[in-house]
């Protein structure tokens, strides 16, 4: 199978693409730069004839609802938390510091783009194993990658798009190093100054996720091709309602006030607000209609 390589440099400008043996392609052949690439294989049902329409129907009536209501929630949510005492925590103030220590980094020098290649690469090769299938190439550089697979699904082409792998490695080896020291005990400073490593976790999930949001609104703004596998609209869709209940889920995790349980009671109380609404607008088209 033929694959083609991706040439970028560390902060994603494009130069030259090349091809077999690394040789340089004549001048104006020149491709957008994507920081991955499926299988060719994979791209074939985009390639095709389209995705159909049962795609795009998904998105427009579960999707586009499902993440609206999820943005009110979220935002009512966070709301609360902040006029109550979600903004003296450590873990609001570390994780805050992280995502902008991260943007700072992100904007300001290089971009470590083969850490996000890995990453991206890494995912859609997990996700093709748990769901069964078989990796049989694993390329990645600093110029870009791609992974070739025997299976491919809405979960393993979308994946890496909301699955922050770096801060899913960090949460366990957390919990590890807690169960052998206390993450909470306060060390002392010079000045009478004190740090609890517990900190350092939350300062190093805002890092990690900050790299996952950023990079993931880069590239999806370079024409990524697992986007086109099931419709850029209905992977746009999902990969926005995904992220957004994880960020539901990092507040009831970081909020005193907020649990799982009432952002859920919340999100249901949108949720019949928006299908009263659409069953009115129903029986309104119906009863003009007859």
Known sequence: MARRSQHFDSRGELVARRGPGNRRLPRGKREE???SRTAAALLRPSREGGVGWVYPAVGWLVLVPGSWITTRALASGFLDSMGQSLWQTAAF????LGLLLWSILFWCLPRPVWLYVWAHEMTHAIFTILCGG????????????HVLTDKNNVLIALSPYFVPLYAVILVPLCLLVGTFYDLT????????????????????????????????????????????????????????LV?????????????????????????????EGVGG????????????VG
């Open 93 to 96: 103030w570390f994780f805050g």
């Open 134 to 145: 078989r990796v049989s190439y694993f390329h990645v550089t600093a110029q870009g990658g």
């Open 33 to 35: 730069v994507l920081a």
């Open 185 to 240: 005990q306060r060390i002392g400073l010079p000045g009478g100054f004190g740090f609890r490593p517990l900190w350092g976790v939350f300062l190093l999930m805002g890092v990690s996720w900050g790299f996952h949001a950023t990079f993931t609104l880069w590239m999806m703004g370079k024409d990524q091709p697992d986007l086109r596998i099931h419709g850029v609209f209905f992977s746009t869709a999902l990969i926005y």
């Open 243 to 271: 992220n957004a209940l994880l960020l539901a889920l990092l507040l009831t995790g970081a909020s005193p006030e907020l649990s799982a349980g009432d952002f859920w009671r919340s999100w249901w109380g949108y949720a």
């Open 277 to 288: 609404a659409i069953g009115a607008a129903v029986k309104g088209v119906w009863a003009a």
